[in-house]
C-alpha cells in the first residue's frame, strides 16, 4: 500500500483492495505505529492515539477494528495497538475486489493498568514513539532563582510528545513573578510551537530560540544534549537577558 499523508486530520486518497481468503479483511494482525500516550490524572488507565482506518462498523466492510494490548519489559511497558478487523472484513471469501477511500481517522484505545503506572518509560511495540517518565531528583531544577522563590506548582507536560515536566518557581505572595520551566526528557519541548516568533539565539552556549505570547510572556527554548528546555515569564518581570542568565543555572537531573 502507498503511503497516504495527513491533510487537516484526515488521510484522503484511493485504496483499491483485493479481498480474497482472508475474511477478516486486509492487514490483520499488523502492529500500528502509535503516535501519542496519554495517563489518566491516577496513572491507572492510559489511552493510546493513532491513525487507522474509519471506526468498526460490521456492516461496513470497509472500517477497521484494533486491540491494544501491554506488557511490561523490566520498568517498560511495551503498548502495541493491533489490527483485527481490516477492510474488506465480512465480504467473503472468493476473487470479489472492493474499492474503498482511504481515510485515515485519529483514533484511540484504551488499557486499563493492573496498578498505577510507576515505570520509567511507555514504548510503542513497532518502534516509532515513546514517552519518558522521571520523578523527585531524576528532574532538571533552577539554581539561580532570586531569594525565596520555589516551585509553586508542578505537573506532566502533555504538550511534550517524548515525555516532560513542567514547573512553576515564583514567591508566594506575588503570582505575577514567576517563572515557568518546561523540561522535555527526549527531545525539544514543544510547548513553545503555540507562541510567537522563533528568532534564533544562543543559550547556555547551544542554539536556541526566542519567542513571545500574546499576554506578555518572552522565552527562550534550547537543547543542550538528548534533553531540552524551556524558559518563559512576564517581560516586565524577566528580561532577555535575566532568562539567559537563568538558562545557565539549570541543573539536570540524576
Not at 510507576?118 to 531528583?137: K, W, Y
Not at 519541548?189 to 506578555?216: K, M, Q, S
Amino acid at each position: 500500500m502507498r503511503r497516504v499523508s495527513f491533510a487537516g486530520g484526515l488521510v484522503i486518497a484511493l485504496l483499491l483492495s483485493a479481498c480474497g481468503a482472508l475474511n477478516d479483511g486486509a492487514g490483520v494482525g499488523e502492529l500500528q505505529s502509535i503516535d501519542r500516550f496519554s495517563l489518566s490524572a491516577d496513572r491507572t488507565t492510559l489511552e493510546v492515539g493513532f491513525v487507522g482506518g474509519a471506526p468498526y462498523d460490521p456492516d461496513n466492510p470497509c472500517s477497521t477494528n484494533y486491540e491494544a494490548t501491554s506488557e511490561w519489559l523490566g520498568d517498560v511497558l511495551e503498548v502495541g495497538v493491533v489490527k483485527t478487523k481490516g477492510m474488506g472484513h465480512g465480504v467473503g471469501f472468493g476473487n470479489q475486489s472492493l474499492a474503498c477511500p482511504a481515510m485515515g481517522y485519529f483514533r484511540t484505545e484504551t488499557i486499563d493498568l493492573d496498578e498505577p503506572f510507576d515505570g520509567s518509560e511507555i514504548r510503542d511495540a513497532n518502534g516509532e514513539h515513546r514517552r519518558l517518565f522521571r520523578t523527585g531528583n531524576e528532574l532538571a531544577t533552577l539554581t539561580g532563582l532570586p531569594s525565596g522563590w520555589e516551585v509553586q506548582v508542578q505537573s506532566e507536560s502533555p504538550e511534550t510528545r517524548g515525555g516532560g515536566w513542567i514547573k512553576v518557581y515564583g514567591p508566594y505572595d506575588d503570582p505575577s513573578q514567576q517563572v515557568v520551566f518546561v523540561q522535555a526528557f527526549d527531545g525539544y519541548p514543544h510547548i513553545w510551537r503555540a507562541f510567537t516568533g522563533d528568532e534564533r539565539i544562543t543559550v547556555d552556549g547551544v542554539d536556541g530560540r526566542l519567542f513571545h505570547t500574546p499576554n506578555g510572556h518572552q522565552g527562550i527554548w534550547w537543547k543542550p544534549g538528548t534533553e531540552g528546555y524551556a524558559l518563559y515569564a512576564f517581560e516586565d518581570v524577566f528580561t532577555l537577558e535575566d532568562l539567559l542568565a537563568l538558562a545557565e543555572t539549570v541543573q539536570p537531573g540524576g
